[in-house]
């Protein structure tokens, strides 16, 4: 996952990293960012424009949860499929406080990748709100999901709210102990699933102490204040939108402002400006939408933009630099990680790198045969996941080796720890014994054609291996035009793919990423009628 942020000039000094500070549960954490900025401070600026404060947030959390908890045991697994938002920060707290583990559901994987998903982390019980459902027409996907596992309402929830439940919300607001759990640390607290790009979505335990150390990790990092408001309209669902976008504000004590979709960006660059938000969570898709979609000083608020889940491109940087005048630093990181693993910073930004490791993180690279003076990348450090829960062994956590998480991802490290990423190891073709990075074939696709999307893949060839296969949304794309920049930029022939496809969209996730599953199944698909077909 790819990280952007603006420079920030200040003078404050950034806090040292402490992993003692994350051994607590995460909702005690809550409990002392509210102990620490005042129960009274205005802490999340809903979709609706709907303020709540710390006390507001703690109160309906300990209700909530203590409503929902009838009927789970302690240490179970608790769906959540909500949109960015109060709500789902108000679910992910209240299943917490009473020791079970939300797992956040990506709702736009559809009904097929919900029951699987469900299926290996044993989810039994789904919490979502019917507001949600009817907006996102999501009925036919809660038909599928009810034969396998209990629908609740949060306007349900609300309605039936006992005596018990209130009570249990004003005691535990200022006695916590009385009524909430109190797990380890290094327990699960979050169950995510991975975007299933190249294969089937794995579970991602993640303990308090991941999340936390994570925050903490960023603080040390990069440069936060008090005064900073955070936009956010990533989904919880996806790790950089829940750790950063959602829990980091929440405990160092910074307002945030959740936006229900990122799929809106006249709106959401109006409520940018609005909202005179300092910092914007986001994907270089969806950034480089907004940057089009605002005008010359729309966007003057923002101190710290930050992009994750892909590859920030060049010409998204020309974009924003000459537009709004936002010079872009960009970062690295995995689910499996919490998710940041390293970044650029306003004094040590390197251009084509992804900056240095987070304090805490160690790395190692292991040689990959075809790619020289790069190697695989090995990642280890407090924020590295408990471990993956996997379809074919439902509930268990397989913790990775000697806590060592392969990020499966092919990288250069320089002498002064600066990180260029070369590519997925599964996003390199092999063609004529040679090793080809489809990362490079989308960069010249995007270089020609900046505002159109582009995705490379590779398929059998009889001949020499593997062929590349380039799907686009420019319809005057030709491979003599591919040829021609390849070699007026020095890049080698063999990056240049065989065949064009054309396509009136490349398919993504709900992430921003692209969805190369689905690429691959359109260019199989269009391989298929080829050779049917009498031309063929």
Same mark, same amino acid.
């Given at each position: 996952m790819s990280l952007a942020t603006v420079a920030a000039a200040s003078g404050e000094e950034i806090v040292p990293f402490d992993v003692t500070r994350a051994h607590k549960p995460v909702f005690s954490a809550l409990m002392e960012a509210r102990a620490t900025f005042g129960g009274n401070r205005a802490a999340i600026v809903d979709g609706d424009e709907r303020v709540l404060s710390y006390d507001e947030i703690v109160r309906a959390s300990l209700a909530l949860g203590h409503a929902l908890k009838k009927g789970t045991k302690p240490g179970e697994t608790v769906g959540v499929m909500l949109?960015? =938002?109060?709500?789902a920060v108000i679910a992910f707290f209240g299943i917490s406080a009473y020791g079970r583990v939300p797992a956040m559901l990506n709702f736009t994987s559809g009904a097929m990748g919900l029951k699987s998903a469900m299926r290996t982390a044993?989810? *039994?019980?789904?919490?979502?709100? *019917?507001?949600?459902?009817?907006? $996102?027409?999501?009925?036919?996907?809660?038909? #599928?999901? *009810?034969?396998?596992? #209990?629908?609740?309402y949060l306007e349900d929830v609300r309605e039936k709210l006992s005596l018990m439940n209130k009570l249990a919300a004003a005691v535990g607001q200022y006695a916590p102990w009385v009524v909430t759990a109190r797990p380890l640390h290094q327990t699960p607290a979050v169950v995510l699933f991975t975007s299933g790009t190249e294969g089937e979505p794995k579970g991602v335990a993640l303990s308090h102490t991941n999340l936390l150390a994570n925050v903490q990790q960023v603080r040390s990092h990069i440069e936060l204040f008090p005064t900073d408001?955070?936009?956010?309209?990533?989904?919880?669902?996806? @790790?950089?939108?829940?750790?950063? $976008?959602?829990?980091?504000?929440?405990?160092? $004590?910074?307002?945030?402002?959740?936006?229900?979709?990122?799929? /809106?960006?006249?709106e959401i660059v109006r409520r940018i400006k609005a909202t005179g938000s300092t910092i914007l969570l986001s994907t270089d898709t969806f950034i480089s939408q907004y940057a089009r979609a605002g005008e010359q000083g729309?966007? +003057?608020?923002?101190?710290?933009?930050? @992009?994750?889940?892909?590859?920030?491109?060049?010409?998204?940087?020309q974009l924003l630099r000459k537009k709004y005048a936002i010079e872009l630093l960009e970062g690295y990181g995995v689910t499996e990680a919490a998710p940041v693993?390293?970044? +650029?910073?306003?004094?040590? +930004?390197?251009?084509?790198?992804? =900056?240095?490791?987070? /304090? %805490?993180?160690?790395?190692?690279?292991?040689?990959?045969? %075809?790619?020289?003076?790069? $190697?695989?990348?090995?990642?280890?450090?407090?924020n590295v996941m408990l471990g993956y829960i996997k379809a074919d062994n439902p509930g268990v956590i397989v913790p990775p080796h000697d806590g060592w998480h392969d990020t499966g991802d092919v990288v250069a490290i320089d002498e002064d720890g600066f990180i260029a990423i070369k590519g997925r190891l599964k996003r390199f073709a092999k063609i004529g014994g040679e090793t080809v990075s489809l990362a490079v074939v989308e960069s010249i696709a995007s270089a020609l054609w900046p505002d159109q999307a582009h995705a490379a893949v590779a398929i059998p060839d009889g001949r020499k291996g593997? /062929?590349?296969?380039?799907?686009?949304?420019?319809?005057?794309?030709?491979?003599?035009?591919?040829? %021609?920049?390849?070699? +007026?930029? =020095?890049v080698p022939e063999i990056s240049v793919p065989r065949r064009i496809l054309f396509a009136d969209a490349v398919p993504v996730l709900g992430t921003g990423k692209t969805d190369y599953g689905k690429v691959q199944k359109m260019v199989a698909e269009s391989a298929e009628l080829a050779a049917s077909s009498p031309a063929a």
């Open positions: 949109p960015s =938002g109060a709500a044993q989810i *039994k019980r789904v919490v979502t709100a *019917k507001r949600f459902i009817e907006l $996102g027409k999501f009925e036919h996907i809660i038909a #599928e999901l *009810k034969a396998s596992a #209990e629908i609740v408001i955070l936009f956010n309209p990533l989904p919880t669902f996806h @790790c950089f939108g829940l750790t950063v $976008g959602a829990l980091m504000p929440l405990f160092l $004590g910074i307002k945030a402002v959740f936006h229900p979709t990122p799929l /809106q960006p006249h729309d966007l +003057n608020s923002l101190r710290l933009a930050v @992009c994750g889940a892909e590859r920030l491109r060049d010409e998204t940087r693993i390293a970044a +650029n910073q306003p004094n040590a +930004n390197r251009s084509g790198t992804v =900056g240095r490791l987070v /304090q %805490g993180m160690t790395s190692r690279l292991e040689p990959v045969e %075809g790619i020289p003076n790069a $190697g695989r990348l090995f990642v280890k450090g407090p593997e /062929q590349i296969i380039l799907v686009t949304t420019q319809r005057s794309a030709t491979r003599h035009d591919l040829v %021609g920049w390849a070699h +007026n930029h =020095g």
